[in-house]
């Protein structure tokens, strides 16, 4: 396995399940597990592109999983298999429905992906990850999995879901004002289901990622244009550069926690998230 997990890296691809939601069963299970949310429009077309997790959350992958890889340990990688519908501009509330029931199907597709990997490898870690309407995806399961012993570390990058209260380790020029980087689906009626403030237990293995400006993460409900080229040029600008400032904290937290997890039996319904958790 080491080296097929070498061998993706090289690639750019995962070694097991990238782009098909299938992982590997006993004894071929990895280390780590990663699941990655695109974002809106980025599963437009090739489905094989960007491994199906669209720009910013396969580079996180690629980084994060050379990282593993240094340590002689296995990783491996999947996509949330959702449609993460385009933003619609200028939309109807029949745009603005097709765009939330986009949310609502990764979020629930995330939370069946996640139960089959970890009931077919019960001691592999899992990173979730998600950018924009992906990271709102991940932000969506993160209660419910709050007690799952295989949930590891989660990313959330340019998050609509996100909270300034939230006890996330937050990154990003956004922490640099005090209360500022509110998600806009915490402001818009329309985008219903926008979760509560996140449990201190799953907020100190969550990393949120927001800069200053973004239409997204930072959004500013007294703009006369919410999706002016400034904010939109901002929510644009993540991963971008050689070294993202959030893979190594990522790993670090992973790394802190017992490579081998002990499974446990978590109440009924525990594990699989529903859209509206």
């Known amino acids: 396995m080491a080296a097929v997990a070498a061998a993706a890296i090289t690639s750019g691809a995962a070694a097991v399940g990238l782009t098909t939601g299938v992982a590997s069963a006993q004894p071929q299970c990895p280390d780590v597990h990663w699941i990655g949310a695109a974002g809106s429009g980025e599963r437009a077309g090739d489905l094989t592109a960007d491994g199906g997790m669209g ?23 999947e996509a949330v298999q959702y449609p993460a519908t385009a933003v619609p501009e200028d939309g109807g509330i029949l745009d603005w429905a097709n765009f939330m029931s986009s949310v609502d199907t990764g979020a ?30 991940v932000h969506r399961n993160l ?8 949930l590891a570390a989660a990313l959330l990058v340019a ?58 993460c930072d959004y500013d409900p007294d703009a006369e244009d919410e999706m002016n080229p400034a904010a939109v040029a901002v929510h644009t ?13 990522l790993y670090q937290i992973v790394d802190a926690t017992p490579g ?15 859209a509206g958790s």
């Open 55 to 77: 720009r910013v959350v396969h580079k996180s992958y690629r980084d994060f999983a050379q990282l593993v890889a240094q340590d002689g340990r296995t990783v491996t990688g």
């Open 108 to 137: 629930e597709a995330l939370g069946q992906q996640y139960a089959t990997f970890v009931a077919q490898c019960p001691t592999s870690q899992v990173v979730l990850a998600g950018y924009s309407q992906g990271a709102m995806v």
């Open 143 to 150: 209660h419910a999995l709050d007690a799952s012993p295989n």
């Open 159 to 216: 998050d609509g879901d996100r909270l300034p209260q939230d006890p996330t380790i937050n990154l990003g020029s956004v922490t640099s004002v005090p209360g500022a980087g509110k998600g806009v689906a915490q402001d818009w009626p329309i985008l219903a289901h926008a979760p509560a403030p996140l449990p201190v237990t799953m907020g100190s293995r969550t990393i949120s990622v927001c800069d200053l400006g973004d239409a997204v």
């Open 237 to 249: 600008s993540y991963a971008r550069s050689a070294t993202d400032s959030w893979t190594l904290p």
């Open 260 to 274: 081998s997890v002990v499974p446990v039996d978590p109440p009924a319904g525990q594990i699989v998230a529903s």
